[in-house]
């Protein structure tokens, strides 16, 4: 018997090639998922400064806003990273998650019990909790997670990862955080497309802290 997937946190892929007596048996994929991304934007499309900077954003959410992302991520069981990105990542809520008193204390601990996948070429074992690593065809790998069992797969960053995976037609949903600044120059995650690639708005909401969130859903060729 071969198996071609691996398991994270009691899920198997669902590509499985069951070889016995000469014959070949397919098993059925499961539901595919859909990989959602979620993402912090200036107004004139920016997701960082020229060299990463964060300072522009707005980090005074409101109630509404709050609830807006619990909801995003109630369905989510599966955090995709890239490698530049991780560190920070995982280390911010690692330190959130052992401070009680933080209002977001119980967000951390989402972020940190979530299995993380981190795409990367230039390691080969990950010194972080919770995580494994993926190392091959970067759409095989992702079509890969999106079939197994359970919930949504989310995205955040870092700009580069998240660039390679659009062009890929890799992401479902966007959910642009548009903030009330332009910032003139910086990181974007269009700059990989060849092509226009047609997005179908769900919906757009308005918060009182000045961000406003863009939701989109990727359209069909």
């Not at 092509?195 to 909401?205: I, N, S, Y």
Request: net charge positive; aromatic share 10%.
């Amino acid at each position: 018997m071969k198996s071609d997937f691996f398991e994270l946190r009691g899920y198997f892929f669902s590509s499985v090639d069951l070889r016995k007596s000469g014959s070949t048996i397919k098993c059925k994929e499961a539901n595919v998922k859909k990989l959602k991304l979620q993402v912090q934007m200036s107004v004139d499309g920016y997701v960082a400064g020229p060299n990463g900077e964060l300072d522009w954003m707005t980090w005074h959410w409101d109630d509404k806003l709050k609830a807006y992302v619990n909801q995003l991520h109630a369905r989510v069981d599966c955090i995709l990273l890239g490698r530049k990105m991780t560190d920070g990542f995982v280390n911010h809520w690692e330190k959130v998650k052992t401070q009680p008193e933080d209002p977001n204390y119980e967000f951390a601990k989402k972020m940190c019990d979530t299995p993380k996948v981190v795409f990367t070429r230039t390691i080969d074992k990950s010194t972080w909790n919770n995580t494994v690593l993926a190392k091959g065809d970067l759409a095989e790998e992702v079509n890969k997670l999106k079939s197994q069992k359970g919930g949504d797969i989310i995205v955040y960053g870092g700009s580069n990862f998240v660039s390679n995976l659009i062009p890929a037609r890799l992401i479902d949903e966007f959910h642009l955080f548009i903030n009330p600044v332009a910032i003139g120059n910086g990181l974007t995650i269009f700059d990989s497309l060849e092509r226009k690639q047609e997005l179908r708005l769900k919906k757009a909401t308005g918060f009182d802290c000045g961000i406003t969130i863009l939701h989109y859903e990727l359209k069909e060729l």
